[in-house]
């Protein structure tokens, strides 16, 4: 690209296939990455200068940028990553660069703060207002306004009286950083000999050079620690870093311990913040004044220009896939963006993917283990309750053996928690004198009761109606059953069993952010003997107290035609069985099923998690499945089915024939109807090394265009079979 070019290509921040020309008036200058506003259709959009067009166009036929931000460039590697994403996930590049440029508020100048000081002239009047006010800038600095305000418990009127009286000057400060910077040689953490070693393993890696490293540790191993003291290595040399958490609700408890570490909170990335607040921390993540990030996985498309160790806590988490617009998985993308960024990756995990343990088991990341829990805490006690002969009476969900159990150790004033992952009181709603069974209008789904709030839902689309008292398809009063158990029914079995318990049910349907948090914080200081929940208390809570845990349903993830079911099943029930016992206290743990000679029950019971992995792969390996195949579906999507039908036996049969593809459908897919839209799925296959990418990109360029109201959504990789 030349050092001032007149015409420059822009890609612009909407779905759109590739960048535009335009024209750099006189006077201005851009170069890569500066982005800018350029007219598109009727309006100003945000843009990023790609480079020189690759097609000339004469100059009357261009419009004008309309203005470049006087921001730095985003870096190479950030715009090298758009592109990656865009021909991997087959989105469109202006699709993917609008994850880079959802903050047009960081984009301005920051505001000046007006700020006040004492000029040395006493006012005529003193009251007991301007007293305080004087008072507090007693100590000759400049205070911003609204901190005045707040330290002298005044109105912004006595603050205003005390400039008009000459008591006072108007000043402008610069505002302060969004964050202090992290000091890495804050409280230094003790670490054991086992955390020492893994710490020396993640330091091997050049700190300036790509490399991943799998911390593969049990629940309560400390690996929090360890790859603090990795960050703070990353700190000291001068570059950023970002950690990626699976919840928000978990950030909570992590800022804390993060601040203990490093002597100040890091910066914040994640949907509660508000759009000043997110332009803020985009802003000096661009600058280099935010050192450290803290977020959900949208934040690696932060413009970091010193990126050099991204961490990603409880890697095996779903929550790290995207499934809408761009679908694309935050772990394999945070590897790709620091492979661009000559950066470290830390994987972190209790129970990793299959896909990451197999590139350690290879030697493509560093195995770095931690095997025994942190100071005295031992591994629970995990026994397999089969419901098949130890099961409650009908009616009921928690076995006798489970119920004695939680009742000693609220006796012991211990705490223990009962799991369930399934929201809502009971999974589906009939009625006893005609078997009418309540569906979701817009989604082939069951209607959910939700008793507390007295509503039935769907939990794939949202809609919800106030719980019938009389059946709407008979008519008849006082027929309508709940069927199977939710989160809420195992909360009203445990009031009449624990009558004097302290209880608390979580789910992540039941409050904001900022109350689910107030909840973590009272378990932890014990204000609840028994917790109730679903997969949010699964992960990352260090509940000193908590010595039992009961799994109402271990084979709930197993019931599904899923390929990774097992998988997810293990790696659910290792994380909410290592919740209990973390202290000094023995911890058990007692799984409910009906399966226990399902290899993920005895792996679990045995503590043998190797023989899992072995099992997995070696049934991954056979099916030709990730990690040793590659998948990529495409779901057709319409208002009628025999319209997305119809089109989805059109895409097939324009296929291209290419070795070692399989295609497999179309067929409904297991939700077959979202919203209103039927879905057919396609399922394409082939080996691990194959460019499955480019393939289904030139199979959907040789096939008919879609028209009206019909979709065609490709997810690459898939890790739902919904």
């Known amino acids: 690209m030349e050092q001032h070019p007149d015409i420059v290509a822009v890609m612009v921040g909407v779905a759109v296939e590739g960048p535009y020309s335009y024209r750099v008036p006189p006077g201005m200058r851009v170069s890569r990455g500066s982005i800018v506003s350029v007219p598109l259709g009727p309006r100003l959009t945000l843009g990023v200068v790609w480079g020189l067009p690759k097609d000339m166009v004469a100059h009357n036929r261009l419009k004008d940028i309309a203005y470049a931000y006087d921001v730095p460039p985003l870096s190479e590697e950030l715009l090298r990553l758009v592109d990656w994403i865009a021909r991997y996930t087959l989105a469109p590049p202006g699709q993917v660069l609008r994850a880079v440029l959802r903050s047009s508020e960081a984009l301005e100048a920051p505001k000046p703060l007006v700020a006040f000081r004492r000029t040395g002239q006493e006012p005529d009047r003193l009251t007991p207002a301007r007293l305080r006010v004087l008072d507090v800038l007693n100590d000759g600095e400049a205070w ?159 413009p970091f220009r010193e990126l050099g160790m991204l961490v990603l806590d409880e890697e095996h988490d779903g929550a790290y896939k995207q499934s809408e617009g761009v679908n694309y998985h935050g772990r394999d993308m945070a590897v790709v963006r620091a492979h661009l960024a000559n950066a ?20 493509r990341y560093a195995h770095v283990l931690l095997t025994a829990r942190f100071a005295e805490a031992a591994m629970p006690d995990i026994t397999a309750i089969d419901m098949r002969v130890d099961g409650p009476e009908k009616g009921q ?58 509503v039935l839902m769907c939990h794939h689309c949202g809609h919800e109606v106030r719980t019938p008292k009389v059946c709407g398809k008979c008519g008849e009063a006082d027929t309508l059953t709940a069927v199977g158990p939710g989160i809420e029914r195992v909360a009203e079995e445990a009031a009449a069993r624990f009558p004097d318990a302290r209880r608390v049910i979580l789910s992540s349907d039941m409050g904001s952010n900022a109350q689910l948090r107030d909840r973590f914080t009272e378990i932890e200081k014990g204000e609840f003997d028994l917790i109730i929940g679903t997969q949010l208390v699964a992960k990352g809570h260090h509940f000193e107290k908590l010595s039992v845990v009961g799994v109402l349903d271990a084979d709930l993830g197993l019931a599904h035609g899923d390929p990774r079911a097992a998988e997810k099943t293990f790696q659910i029930l290792t994380q909410v069985a290592g919740r209990a016992g973390r202290a000094s206290r023995t911890g058990k743990a007692f799984l409910q099923t009906y399966h226990p000679e399902h290899p993920v029950m005895r792996a679990m019971v045995s503590g043998d998690r190797e023989a899992f992995y072995s099992h997995e792969l070696l049934a991954r390996e056979a099916g030709g499945l990730p990690p040793f195949g590659r998948l990529a579906a495409l779901i057709v999507s319409a208002n009628e089915h025999d319209a997305a039908m119809g089109f989805a036996k059109k895409l097939l049969s324009a296929a291209p024939m290419a070795e070692g593809v399989k295609l497999f459908g179309p067929a409904d897919a297991p939700v077959a109807m979202v919203r209103g839209r039927h879905r057919v799925r396609l399922l394409a296959q082939s080996g691990k090394d194959f460019d499955l990418s480019g393939y289904v990109r030139f199979w959907l360029g040789s096939a008919e265009k879609v028209t009206g109201n019909l979709r065609v959504q490709v997810d690459i990789d898939p890790m739902s079979f919904m």
């Open 397 to 454: 969900w928690i076995a006798p053996r489970l119920a004695r159990e939680v009742f000693a150790a609220i006796e012991r004033g211990e705490q223990a928690l009962l799991f369930l992952n399934r929201r809502g009181y009971a999974p589906l709603t009939l009625c006893r004198a005609c078997g009418h069974q309540y569906q979701c209008p817009d989604c082939s789904a069951w209607m959910v009761e939700h008793r507390f709030r007295g």
């Open 344 to 363: 470290r990756v830390i994987l972190s995990s209790a129970t990793p993917s299959v896909e990451t343990r197999n590139n350690a088991n290879v030697g």
């Open 144 to 302: 911003p306004k609204a901190a005045l305000i707040g330290a002298a418990g005044v109105s912004a009127s006595v603050i205003e009286g005390l400039e008009r009286a000459g008591a006072l000057e108007r000043l402008q400060m610069v505002p302060p950083p969004v964050v202090s910077i992290p000091d890495p040689n804050g409280a230094v953490a003790v670490l054991n000999s086992a955390q020492e070693a893994a710490l020396a393993q993640i330091a091997a890696l050049d700190a300036h050079a790509f490399g991943v490293a799998l911390l593969d540790g049990v629940t309560g191993g400390g690996k929090t620690e360890v790859f603090f003291e990795a960050v703070a290595d990353t700190l000291r040399v001068g570059r950023q870093a970002l950690i990626l958490l699976p919840e928000i609700a978990l950030t909570h408890t992590f800022l804390e311990r993060f601040s203990k570490r490093f002597g100040t909170k890091p910066a914040e990335w994640h949907s509660d913040m508000t759009p000043v607040q997110r332009g803020k921390v985009w802003r000096g993540v661009l600058d280099g004044t935010v050192r450290a990030v803290v977020g959900a996985r949208s934040a690696l498309f932060l």
